[in-house]
């Protein structure tokens, strides 16, 4: 087991020095010079001309690149060019604000997406199954921003119940924080739950047709017991894994979600970033985004260990 | 018995009032950039600075100066050194006194500054000097027009200088000489401010606590004023403006700003110019602006906020002259000048900013000009990508606008001048050079609105920028703010304001 996962690690090094490469070429790629926009309406050419030597944005690429993986294994990500905010302070700040809004929709997707995928899974081909598929679809196909604003309409605008957007932090008010997080969850979560819900019917439906469950059937065991106990656990396998390559993706920012509920997370600073031309703070948080990315696959690789016996020895 | 009882119900009334009379939230179009006077660059940034941040002097709402920390001020005879009183007993937010040394500690600071975007503006002060305590004098190599106006935005504005010698990046946490001291800022997310007890017109601010939140979305930000998660908002969107009157709950505050927005052309910068028919003939561009009818561009694109402007300088402004009225649209005039031009069907590339706004206008424009028989294509480009495009002249004509200055020379200096910073198309013309660099050097609306005027007088027929409209500011306000005063250069200035 450790071994397993020191060798993970070991693979994962290269692959986050290549997102990072990567990154930083294709921002460079980008039409538009950041000391233009950092000048100011202005453009004062010598303002212009003193950014482009303090940020070494004449310098050529790979020396860039090279001074900034210096910094960073220092620890320093340097600063937004837009707002002089440490790099490490903006991730600090925005990374619970982005796991928060992932826990919550996660929750969401699971409670939805699970149940339902069981439901229509022993129900197969009945009007259930049906009126689940229809409503997962659905999910999948309303786009994110459409519900939201739909939701602050409705729930905000018209009844009252729940803050329009912005963020509370849990420490500052906890159910403050729950109420105001909760649309946003919810959307993002209904979308995921369609996921969730499709992946389980199918590996259930795969199981329940398996010999061993016929031979559970046939032992007497009641339907519950056969569903649960035996079906669902392996059918969890897969599932798990891709729960956490989902919560991957939410870690890297739900960038329409964020805008509309206007959720100081991930999403957001890095769209704006790019639209201001703050090479730094993209940088960072791609690079902390890749990081958490990797992190997770290998924790489904250690999950699915955990949840399969059957693996252990391997 | 009867009057006592309601002398001490009123007396409740108004205080419970005043005891929720606390918080004015206000939604922002965009997070704003560092929060350092000499450094920064936005429009929203210079909303914040009003509350946190007081200037030497101000402006009224007819654009004349007004007090703010000097009491008087006044130019010597050759008008090349501007000496300012300062207010008696005013302080820092940390306490320390604004004097004579601080002032000078400041102007020093915007001028030398590596990255400031004051020094341009500051180009003018040869240097500052402390004559007492509470007297300033800046020495300028050149009488300067336009240094009042300067003083009373960004380039006159106080900040602690304990606080920008001190080992702290001073954006982090401003200390500064405005009504409202700095509390915290979540980047994309919040700023928040608090009263400054120590303030020397404290009295006349009854807001405890200022809260400004960036909201991106134009929906999002409007169904927040109406669940009354905010107390107002700067830019509705064109399109919500029917929406916002019928509204009984909201207040519509519409102001007509400083700024313009516009189409400029490239008449001579690169090899684009060569190819761009709209440089090849004046006439071209005159048909051009007959093509297109500001005011439907008012209605149709602005629902009505989005005044017609043929001059830079807005109508709040002594310099708008009345020798150009606005052009009215004529198709049949434009189809003249082109024909006579030997280009009956001109073929050009507009480009602007992403945005459905832009994007509307762009096609309007469109529209009304391919009657007149002009080709247009549209390209749509992201901002920074369209500055930098812009600045190569990799462009035949382009929407671009301006967010406006309080001095006429800021808003016609830099976009039409040889050397113009902002002068994308590189339009070049002696006279008018001549022109607006003298008006920079003399004093009083008499002496230099000739200047201007005839400097116009050559622009309004080479046309190397038509102005569309005036920059409108339109804030909703919901009906429990009061004391609100609309400005032209679209500040908030919180003096008098309460929340009921």
């Given amino acids: 087991m450790a071994e397993l996962i020191l060798r993970r690690v070991l693979v994962a090094i290269p692959t986050i020095i290549i997102v990072s490469m990567l990154v930083f070429s294709l921002q460079k790629l980008l039409p538009g010079d950041p000391a233009l926009m950092i000048a100011g309406e202005e453009h004062d050419p010598k303002v212009i001309e003193y950014i482009r030597e303090k940020y070494h944005l004449n310098d050529p690429i790979p020396v860039q690149y090279g001074m900034w993986v210096k910094q960073v294994v220092q620890g320093d990500f340097g600063k937004s060019l837009r707002t002089d905010v440490p790099v490490t302070q903006l991730i600090d700040s925005k990374l619970p604000v982005t796991i928060q809004l992932a826990v919550m929709a996660m929750i969401v997707a699971v409670l939805i997406g699970i149940p339902t995928g069981i439901l229509s899974a022993v129900r197969k081909e009945t009007a259930v199954d049906y009126v689940a598929n229809v409503v997962a679809l659905s999910g999948l196909s309303i786009p994110n921003f459409w519900l939201g604003i739909l939701l602050i309409f409705l729930v905000s605008v018209q009844l009252g119940w729940l803050p329009a957007s912005g963020y509370v932090p849990p420490s500052q008010d906890f159910w403050l924080s729950i109420k105001t997080m909760l649309m946003p969850a919810f959307v993002l979560g209904t979308a995921l739950s369609a996921t969730l819900m499709r992946h389980t019917r199918s590996a259930m439906i795969g199981i329940l047709r398996s010999d061993y469950i016929r031979t559970a059937r046939a032992k007497g065991l009641r339907q519950g017991k056969v569903v649960y106990k035996h079906a669902l656990r392996n059918a969890l396998v897969p599932i798990v894994t891709l729960m956490t390559l989902l919560f991957g993706e939410l870690l890297g920012g739900a960038v329409l979600t964020e805008q509309i509920f206007t959720i100081p997370g991930f999403g957001k600073l890095v769209v704006d970033a790019v639209f201001t031309r703050d090479y730094a703070v993209v940088q960072g948080i791609v690079l902390c985004t890749a990081i958490g990315y990797v992190g997770l696959n290998l924790l489904a690789d250690v999950l699915y260990i955990l949840i399969n016996p059957r693996l252990r020895g391997a | 018995m009867l009057k006592t009882r309601l002398a001490v119900l009123s007396l409740s009334l108004l205080a419970s009032s005043m005891a929720y009379a606390q918080t004015l939230r206000i939604g922002l179009k965009e997070d704003p950039d560092v929060l350092d006077p000499d450094r920064a660059r936005t429009y929203v940034g210079r909303i914040v600075f009003t509350a946190l941040c007081d200037k030497l002097v101000d402006i009224s709402p007819k654009l004349d100066f007004v007090p703010q920390l000097a009491t008087s001020w006044s130019y010597n005879d050759d008008e090349t050194a501007l000496t300012f009183k300062l207010r008696d007993g005013i302080t820092f937010q940390d306490g320390t006194k604004i004097d004579a040394e601080a002032v000078k500690a400041n102007l020093d600071r915007s001028m030398s500054l590596p990255d400031s975007n004051r020094k341009s503006e500051l180009s003018s002060v040869d240097h500052v000097e402390v004559v007492d305590p509470s007297t300033v004098t800046i020495h300028l190599k ?170 830079p300088f807005p109508p709040s402004s002594p310099y708008l002259s009345d020798k150009f009225p606005v052009t009215e649209r004529n198709v049949d005039k434009a189809k003249e000048l082109l024909k006579e031009a030997g280009v009956p069907n001109p073929k050009f590339e507009l480009v602007f900013g992403t945005g459905s706004d832009n994007q509307q206008l762009a096609e309007l424009i469109q529209a009304m000009a391919a009657e007149a028989g002009f080709q247009i294509t549209l390209r749509a480009t992201e901002f920074a990508a369209m500055l930098d495009e812009l600045d190569r002249g990799n462009f035949d004509a382009s929407l671009i606008g301006w967010s406006g200055r309080v001095d006429p020379d800021g808003n016609i200096h830099p976009f039409v001048t040889c050397k113009g910073a902002l002068n994308y198309g590189r339009y070049c013309n002696q006279q008018v050079d001549k022109d607006l660099n003298q008006a920079r050097q003399v004093s009083g609306v008499e002496k230099r609105k000739p200047l201007y005027t005839d400097a116009q007088t050559i622009l309004q027929q080479d046309l190397p920028v038509i102005y569309t409209y005036y920059q409108p500011w339109p804030f909703v306000l919901n009906k429990n703010v009061t004391g609100f005063v609309p400005y032209p250069d679209g500040m908030i200035r919180l003096k008098g304001m309460n929340v009921q």
């Fill in chain 2, 142 to 311: 050149h009488p300067d027009a336009t240094l009042l106006a300067t003083l009373s935005d960004r380039a006159g504005m106080m900040m602690s200088p304990a606080a920008f010698k001190g080992d702290k990046t001073f954006s982090q946490d401003p200390v500064c000489s405005g009504p409202y001291k700095f509390v915290k800022r979540v980047q994309n997310d919040r700023i928040e401010l608090e009263k400054y007890d120590g303030y020397w017109d404290a009295k006349d601010y009854p807001i405890k606590k200022v809260v400004y939140l960036p909201i991106t979305d134009a929906t999002v930000k409007l169904a927040n004023l109406k669940a009354g998660d905010i107390d107002m908002l700067e830019r509705l969107a064109p399109t919500d403006v029917p929406q916002v009157k019928a509204d009984k709950s909201l207040d519509f505050e519409p102001v007509t700003g400083l700024g313009w927005q516009s189409i400029t052309i490239n008449t001579n910068n690169g090899d684009r110019a060569k190819s761009n028919p709209l440089a090849k003939d004046k006439r071209i561009r005159q048909a051009l602006e007959y093509a297109i009818g500001r005011d439907v561009i008012n209605q149709v694109a602005g629902n009505g906020i989005y005044p017609p402007a043929q001059q």
